[in-house]
């Protein structure tokens, strides 16, 4: 495509209190390779309700990449892919990040191919200091990049309202988390979103120093991490520390394997429901103290956790009592040999209906609640939105996380 081609598309609103109808415009603006894109995407033409749809082919261009668009809550701007074409951004050096948003207020990326770059897409305020906000980064492909996939770190910002879902992201770098949400110490906050059906994977290679699969930091709040695949990372699938007073982060459905760190670390204030960890190389599910937040006001309820070394739970205290920690009907399948459960310096811990193989260790509650079983199957959560399931297949799934009766 050689021409930049723009489509009209009219709605219609009501004016309430005028009793009138007025036209409102938005364009779908179609490019591709050859056009001026990257003047559209740095540019600030596009306005509430257009659509940027990119036609097949390889995009690269060597200058700083920084969107800064804003559309309006119920008609937002859309850049994307063309339907069933492949996308392609291809930075060619690790100098700059693949793309920067600053400031974008309602804005949907959708459907494009990232790679190459010192990070995929790095999230931040404008130069005014106007936080970026009410995103949607959706069928994304990240991969073979210098850094993280996707950063919301800046500090002194308040991220709100960012959707990340049904995300492929792997072969990362650097600190090479897939999504590092929010900055150490609480000094930039991540609240109110929502990291749902996106498939993880690779984030343990050589030049990999870190690699979380999804971390969320310090003070960051009231986020649903929902129906994630996560494996291959070098730390933990999932890192969250403490909301400092306010509403719990909720962890839910995921499915994780082959950690090189423990499955899910919960510091604090989340509750951890219906996840299912195999192999991880630390803990299945651990918390302790971290950067201020100490082991409270947790509610893990419904895990299911396969572990061979490590116990597939282990909690270690801060000494206060708080809210305390719920241990609610997980199945908790250590060695046969070892320990299920493993809890030093609990004040407050309230347990129901827990079983699983291996001893319980520092815990009276737990233990009165305990069913020993030597085998297990699970009852995996479908997640048919997620991408994983074009590249892997469920029932070798259901077989890692199967302990069979010997």
């Known amino acids: 495509m050689n021409t930049i081609s723009r489509q009209l598309v009219f709605a219609a609103s009501l004016l309430f209190g005028l009793g009138s109808m007025a036209a409102v415009s938005a364009d779908v603006i179609r490019v591709g390779p050859r056009d001026d894109w990257f003047a559209i995407l740095a540019g600030d033409?596009?306005?509430?309700?257009?659509?940027?749809?990119?036609?097949?082919?390889?995009?690269?261009?060597?200058?700083r990449l920084v969107l800064r668009h804003r559309g309006e809550s119920g008609n937002p701007i859309v850049i994307r892919a063309a339907e069933g074409?492949?996308?392609?951004?291809?930075?060619?050096?690790?100098?700059?990040?693949?793309?920067?948003?600053?400031?974008?207020?309602?804005?949907?990326?959708?459907?494009?191919?990232?790679?190459?770059?010192?990070a995929g897409?790095?999230?931040?305020?404008?130069?005014?200091?106007?936080?970026?906000s009410d995103l949607v980064l959706q069928d994304l492909h990240i991969h073979h990049i210098g850094g993280v996939a996707v950063t919301c770190n800046h500090e002194g910002t308040v991220y709100r309202r960012i959707t990340l879902r049904r995300n492929h992201i792997h072969h990362t770098a650097g600190h090479g988390e897939a999504f590092y949400l929010g900055a150490n110490e609480g000094k930039g906050v991540f609240s109110d979103s929502l990291i749902e059906y996106n498939y993880i994977h690779d984030l343990?290679?050589?030049?990999?120093?870190?690699?979380?699969?999804?971390?969320?930091?310090?003070?960051?709040?009231?986020?649903?991490?929902?129906?994630?695949?996560?494996?291959?990372?070098k730390y933990p699938g999932i890192t969250v520390y403490g909301t400092t007073g306010q509403p719990r982060n909720v962890i839910e459905d995921n499915l994780i394997w082959d950690t090189g760190d423990h499955g899910?670390?919960?510091?604090?204030?989340?509750?951890?429901?219906?996840?299912?960890?195999?192999?991880?190389?630390?803990?299945?599910?651990y918390s302790r103290a971290h950067q201020g937040a100490i082991p409270d006001n947790l509610r893990i309820e419904s895990n299911y956790v396969v572990a061979s070394g490590n116990p597939p739970l282990r909690l270690i205290g801060g000494g206060s009592a708080g809210k305390g920690i719920e241990i609610l009907?997980?199945?908790?399948?250590?060695?046969?040999?070892?320990?299920?459960?493993r809890v030093e310096r609990l004040n407050a811990l309230t347990a129901k209906a827990n079983r699983g193989q291996g001893a319980v260790d520092g815990s009276s509650a737990i233990a009165a609640s305990w069913t020993s079983v030597s085998h297990a199957t699970?009852?995996?959560?479908?997640?048919?939105?997620?991408?994983?399931w074009n590249l892997l297949k469920r029932s070798e799934c259901v077989a890692r996380f199967t302990v069979p009766i010997k």
Do not use: W
């Open 378 to 388: 699970p009852d995996l959560p479908r997640l048919e939105q997620n991408p994983a």
């Open 45 to 63: 033409s596009l306005k509430p309700g257009d659509e940027l749809v990119f036609h097949a082919g390889v995009y690269s261009d060597a200058r």
């Open 204 to 233: 343990d290679g050589p030049t990999v120093s870190q690699g979380d699969g999804i971390e969320i930091k310090q003070g960051s709040f009231g986020n649903r991490i929902v129906g994630n695949v996560i494996h291959g990372t």
């Open 121 to 132: 897409i790095r999230i931040g305020p404008d130069a005014s200091g106007t936080p970026s």
């Open 329 to 341: 009907g997980n199945t908790l399948m250590g060695p046969a040999d070892g320990l299920a459960v």
């Open 85 to 118: 074409q492949r996308v392609l951004f291809r930075r060619p050096d690790a100098k700059q990040n693949s793309m920067n948003l600053e400031g974008c207020r309602h804005l949907v990326l959708s459907g494009l191919e990232i790679t190459g770059g010192a």
């Open 264 to 285: 899910i670390q919960a510091a604090a204030d989340a509750i951890l429901r219906n996840n299912f960890i195999a192999n991880a190389k630390g803990c299945g599910i």
